[in-house]
C-alpha cells in the first residue's frame, strides 16, 4: 500500500504544480499500473515520459509507454530512460519539438 501513496503523491504534487488531471485520467494511470503490474518507480516514468511528449496526458501513450518499461530486464531509472531514448523519446527531441513519438515497432 505505501507503494501507491508514492504515485498518490506524485499525482497530487503535479495538481499543485498547476497541471490538472481528470478523475478519469487518474483513474487510468491506476488500472494501467495495475494491469501491467509496474512498480509505482516505472508508472511515474511513464506518466513524465508521457505529460513531456504529448504535452498532455494521452492513455494510450501512456500505455504504451508502460508496457515498453514494465519488462523485467529493466531495473532502474537510468535503464528505462535509455529504452526510451533507444525507441526516439530523447528528452532534447521534447523540448525541440512537440511531434509525438511512434512505440509501435
Known amino acids: ?3 501507491q501513496y508514492t504515485l498518490a503523491y506524485f ?3 503535479l495538481w499543485a504544480k498547476g497541471f490538472k488531471l481528470s478523475d478519469e485520467d487518474v483513474r487510468f494511470i491506476y488500472f494501467g499500473m495495475n494491469s501491467t ?3 509505482v518507480w516505472k508508472v511515474i516514468i511513464a506518466l513524465k515520459a508521457t505529460l ?3 504535452q498532455t496526458f494521452d492513455g494510450s501513450f501512456y500505455m504504451g509507454v508502460l508496457e515498453h518499461i514494465s519488462g523485467e530486464g ?3 531509472k537510468r535503464k528505462a530512460w535509455e529504452v526510451l531514448e ?3 523519446l530523447s528528452k532534447r527531441k521534447a523540448i525541440s519539438n512537440n511531434k509525438p513519438a511512434d512505440l509501435s515497432s
Open 11 to 13: 499525482l497530487e504534487d
Open 1 to 3: 500500500m505505501k507503494q
Open 74 to 76: 529493466i531495473n532502474s
Open 37 to 39: 503490474n509496474a512498480a
Open 86 to 88: 533507444a525507441k526516439g
Open 52 to 54: 513531456q511528449f504529448q
